[in-house]
C-alpha cells in the first residue's frame, strides 16, 4: 500500500500570513495514463471533508484561488497564500493512483495563532 | 448540487450486525463508482471500500475484508454497507463519497458492549 506522509501535522499561522503543508507518498503516483492523482481535502470542525485540489494542481469549483497544490512523483505541497478565519480546520492529502486501498496523509490542523 | 446522505448508523454490541444506506441525489448516480470511507473520533480518514458504477466490481480494505459488503441499487439511486462481525475498532464515522469524493454527511457507528 502506498503510505501518505504529511508535515506538519499541527500548523498555528497568523491570518493573512502565508502556509505550506508538505505530503510525501511512499512511491511515485504518476499513474499509468500519464496523470497524477493526489487529492487535497479540507475538513472543517464539525463538517464532512471536501475536495480543495485534484490530479496536484486543479482547484474545485468555488475553491479560492488563494489555494494551491503543486508537486510531482513523490513530494507535493498545498499553500494557500494568505489565511483566513475560514480556513481553520484538518488538511489531507490522499492519493488514487494505486489503488486499493485509497490512501489518505496522517492530516495537517490549521489554526490560527 | 450533489447531495449524499447516509443513515443506519447506532450502537452494536461486538459481534453484532449493522446496514448502512446512502441515498444519492443531484446527479446521474449510476454512472459513478461509489466509496465507504470511515473517520475515527479525533483521528483521520480510512478507506473503507469502493463499488463502480454498474456493481460489477468491489474493493475492501484490509481492515474489513471478509466482514464488510458494499453494493448498491441504482434504481433507488442507493450505496448500501451490509457490517457483519463488527468489532470496537470498527467505531467511526462512516461516509459515503462519489467516485471524486464528493462526501456526504456521515453517520454516526458505535461497537461497544
Known amino acids: 500500500d502506498v503510505v501518505m506522509t504529511q508535515s506538519p501535522l499541527s500548523l498555528p499561522v497568523t491570518l493573512g500570513q502565508p502556509a505550506s503543508i508538505s505530503c510525501r507518498s511512499s512511491q511515485s503516483l504518476v499513474y499509468s495514463d500519464g496523470n497524477t492523482y493526489l487529492n487535497w481535502f479540507q475538513q472543517r470542525p464539525g463538517q464532512s471533508p471536501r475536495r480543495l485540489i485534484y490530479k496536484v494542481s486543479n482547484r474545485e469549483s468555488g475553491v479560492p484561488d488563494r489555494f494551491s497544490g503543486s508537486g510531482s512523483g513523490t513530494d507535493f505541497t498545498l499553500k494557500i497564500s494568505g489565511v483566513e478565519a475560514e480556513d481553520v480546520g484538518v488538511y489531507y492529502c490522499?492519493?488514487?493512483?494505486?489503488?486499493?486501498?485509497?490512501?489518505f496523509g496522517q492530516g495537517t490542523k490549521v489554526e490560527i495563532k | 448540487q450533489v447531495q449524499l446522505v447516509e443513515s443506519g448508523g447506532g450502537v452494536v454490541q461486538p459481534g453484532g450486525s449493522l446496514r448502512l444506506s446512502c441515498v444519492a441525489s443531484g446527479f446521474t448516480f449510476s454512472t459513478y463508482g461509489m466509496h465507504w470511507v470511515r473517520q475515527t473520533l479525533g483521528k483521520g480518514l480510512e478507506w473503507v471500500a469502493f463499488i463502480r458504477n454498474d456493481g460489477s466490481n468491489e474493493y475492501y480494505a484490509d481492515s474489513v475484508k471478509g466482514r464488510f459488503t458494499i453494493s448498491r441499487d441504482n434504481s433507488k439511486n442507493t450505496l448500501y454497507l451490509q457490517m457483519n462481525s463488527l468489532r470496537t475498532e470498527d467505531t467511526a464515522v462512516y461516509y459515503c463519497?462519489?467516485?471524486?469524493?464528493?462526501w456526504g454527511l456521515g453517520t454516526m457507528v458505535t461497537v461497544s458492549s
Open positions: 463519497a462519489r467516485g471524486d469524493f464528493s
Open positions: 490522499m492519493q488514487g493512483s494505486h489503488w486499493p486501498p485509497w490512501t
